[in-house]
Nanobody, 120 residues
Framework: VQLQASGGGLVQAGGSLRLSCAAS??????YGWFRQPPGKEREFVAA????????YYADSVEGRFTISRDSAKNTVYLEMNSLKPEDTAVYYC????????????????WGQGTLVTVSS
């Protein structure tokens, strides 16, 4: 099983980016996005169920970020709007095999990170 994250880059505050996470090998029950700011621990950002009917977000991104899933492409997206300098981090996608809460501890498969830098 592989998760391939992409879409990071440099953007000015207030701008937008869309991250993609392409999964191959199997379909998981839930998928999530996490981020690790410089010098800090990895933290939860957003999660979505396999069918896309369930989504939830960290308070810090609620209303600005949107997670979505294209089942045909087995790809999960994170649309990030109104970006702030504090959103600067390496973003990771992860997946869990069962209908459980998506957290750093429950993720069983991780993609490589993609760096998002938001300049002020």
């Amino acid at each position: 099983v592989q998760l391939q994250a992409s879409g990071g880059g440099l953007v000015q505050a207030g701008g937008s980016l869309r991250l993609s996470c392409a999964a191959s090998g199997r379909t998981f029950s839930r998928y999530g996005w996490f981020r690790q700011p410089p010098g800090k621990e990895r933290e939860f950002v957003a999660a979505i169920s396999r069918t896309g009917t369930l989504t939830y977000y960290a308070d810090s991104v609620e209303g600005r970020f949107t997670i979505s899933r294209d089942s045909a492409k087995n790809t999960v997206y994170l649309e990030m709007n109104s970006l702030k300098p504090e959103d600067t981090a390496v973003y990771y996608c992860g997946a869990v095999p069962s209908a459980t809460l998506v957290t750093v501890r429950t993720v069983t498969s991780w993609g490589q990170g993609t760096l998002v830098t938001v300049s002020s």
